[in-house]
């Protein structure tokens, strides 16, 4: 035991553009390695404060509920269900990729008959779709879910219309942003969403660790009515609850170091502005977009329908996906993202998120996935570096 | 909120002898702050099953199911419970503290009959009460659980007796190791642990935000034959596994960074020796309760029961448990614990963990302890701060 060494710690050089996580910015990597306060340390409870007032900020809302759960997004996901949902309960999910999916399991585990509207992978679902379901299904429902930015197709599936329609049902509306948040709007108080859960690796730019969630009062006053305990412990949020707001009861040993670095990341994120860092995204992807286009390679997702924070692209025929994304990698550090389920192996996934959303990184991964196609024979439009180049040029300048 | 704008992040300098998190060596913090990786980097595979093996070494097993769970210390408790009860098992707990207690209630969402062997806090349980409890159940019982190190009383619950005990009932024994892992001997093999879980914020010296887990063939079989599915998501291992074993499944994004700083805490433990580093828990420990003697206090926890991480010290009649904290934190930024449930108010929890666990870090809080009680008009006896400073020398010198 003694004699076992591993050796030193060294990290590669990246440029994250997969699916997340995205690059961190170097304030938050400093704030990161910070040293540790206690938990229930007062300048510790001020850093709590400060990163619950600026998600509200961000979800731009003024729930009082609005807290990072100390996981990973699917923990803020399993956090709403588990809290909203009871045994007997109904609930109704829009499914269009694998995260709508990844809600109807947490929910049937939550012993929620769980009902599916579904849309193909690559496209959003109609509201209408929602609606006539809705008056289809036997007694309440307790909550329709919804996927606003899918990451695994690269969709933004409008939540706003699903809100009214959740409610004139007499449901909640519970939305994933986990892709979308910080990256593109998320008007929580303005859509009436009820509950939203978030990740920080994506538009926030913060290490993978933290899910920010808000729940509304009515989606508080849910939790409270309950019949039945939680049935996680850890994800409680009547106890989750007790430690974030004014009593300070101690629950579970908050990821202090993480917490640093959200609020470094959501500062990052309250200096440049809402409304310039949508705008900055927007630009990104369509200037990935127009790049990718100008090389003769075909998106997966119609203009209307895409988000600002990934781009999916269809791997040409007789190109070897895998094969580009390990050259993309081992020779130039860039990392993106393959399909998952039924578009694996058909697709790349290329995020624009956050701190990884610059215009050097999108010419570089242009320029690079030319020389790896061209590498597998297959031939891009004469000067479809240069011309990619140009088209980022004109669509960042000109906001096209 | 644009015009939404936080002070600076200011971290002020601490010394955290609570119990939990302890204080970070500067080399953890830096592997923390490094830039990040992929989650399914084969950079980051490689940390990954780094981490997974120093793991193995620290819990002193080769269980192959050995790897450190999205959350902190208390979702190492729920990952375990989840995954080896179903509703209608039966499970067996012992309590001493607020910890065991913890487990009691995670047992429940589970929907297990759940019984209880209990001590005082402060005490330990007698194994032997443990066997006659069993022999008066009814039908088979899933698992005994028990937590080796209570948080709560400084109480170091023997366990190796309760696994005998346990699997001549044909039950799986769970340790809750927490302020136990990387502090004082977790022989997970040679104890027959089925599963232990743990935190990284106490002796191992990391920050809080992982829950290291090994669970043995046994307790891995028990997984694989559940009837039922896993109520948590995030937490069912039987994913989770796919992702930290040969197939590199993707479940969710691993916290990156935290699993940097594991890497190098547990390089350090290495480096030092898991031998080495016990007996520096025990003379710290030793050293505290000489110089706290020396002072005239009273240790609540009988000396064969101390804990060498945590010491449990009981409040001088007249002296305001409170005031005292708060004076240490802001005069010397010297964090200790308070007592917790029925010792609420009646002791101090004082910590000399992982990193914390230095002799400097000993006199310093002795001499301010004696300081802030000399202001509440206690007289210690004469010379007592160089006789405590004394008690831990010779302590430490002799090993006694």
């Known amino acids: 035991m003694q004699g076992l060494r591993m050796p030193d710690l060294k990290i590669p050089s990246r440029v994250l553009m997969g699916p997340g996580p995205s690059d961190v910015d170097p304030r938050v990597l400093r704030a990161l390695g910070m040293p540790l306060l206690g938990h229930l340390d007062p300048a510790f409870l001020a850093i ?5 007032e600026a998600l509200r900020g961000v979800f731009q809302t003024t729930n009082r509920l609005t ?6 997004g699917s923990a803020g996901m399993e956090t709403v269900l588990v809290n909203l949902l009871e045994p007997g309960d109904q609930a109704l999910v829009v499914v269009q990729g694998l995260f709508g999916q990844r809600i109807v399991d947490s929910a049937k ?3 929620a008959e769980t009902h599916v509207v579904e849309a193909p992978w ?5 509201p209408a779709a929602v609606e006539r379901k809705l008056g289809q299904l036997p007694g309440p429902v307790k909550l329709v879910a919804a996927v606003h930015a899918e990451t695994s197709t690269g969709v933004l599936q409008p939540v706003r219309p699903l809100a009214e329609i959740a409610h004139r049902a007499g449901a909640l509306l519970v939305v994933d942003c986990v892709t979308s948040l910080g990256g593109c709007p998320v008007e929580v108080d303005a859509w009436e969403v009820d509950a939203a859960f978030s990740g920080t690796q994506k538009c926030l730019s913060c290490p993978p660790g933290l899910a920010p969630i808000t729940l509304n009062a009515r989606a508080e006053e849910c939790v409270r009515a309950r019949r039945q305990p939680v049935q996680s412990w850890y994800l409680d949020l009547t106890m989750v609850m007790s430690y974030w707001g004014q009593d300070r009861v101690y629950h579970h040993t908050a990821p202090i170091s993480m917490l640093y670095a959200l609020r470094e990341a959501l500062q990052l994120v309250l200096e440049e502005g ?5 705008q900055r995204h927007r630009l990104g992807a369509q200037a990935l977009a127009a790049g990718l286009e100008a090389m003769g390679l075909q998106l997966l997702v119609a203009p209307e329908l895409r988000l600002p924070s990934l781009t999916t692209v ?5 190109v070897e996906e895998l094969r580009v994304r390990r050259e ?26 956050g701190y990884s959303c610059q215009e050097k990184n ?6 690079a996935l030319e020389q790896a196609l061209r590498r597998q024979g297959r031939e891009t439009a004469p000067g479809a570096g240069p011309r990619a180049a140009d088209a980022v040029y004109v669509s960042s300048r000109t906001g096209a």
Chains 1, 2 share one sequence.
């Open 48 to 52: 709590m404060n400060d990163v619950m």
């Open 109 to 111: 585990r939550c012993g």
């Open 67 to 72: 807290l990072p759960v100390s996981g990973t």
């Open 362 to 367: 999108v010419l570089l991964l242009l320029t």
């Open 328 to 353: 993309l990698l081992n020779d130039c550090g860039i990392e993106i993202g393959g399909g998952l389920g039924p578009l694996k192996g058909r697709i790349w996934r290329i995020g624009t998120m």
């Open 274 to 278: 809402l409304e310039d860092r949508f």
């Open 314 to 318: 269809t791997v040409p025929a007789g």
């Open 122 to 126: 690559g496209e959003a679902v109609d």
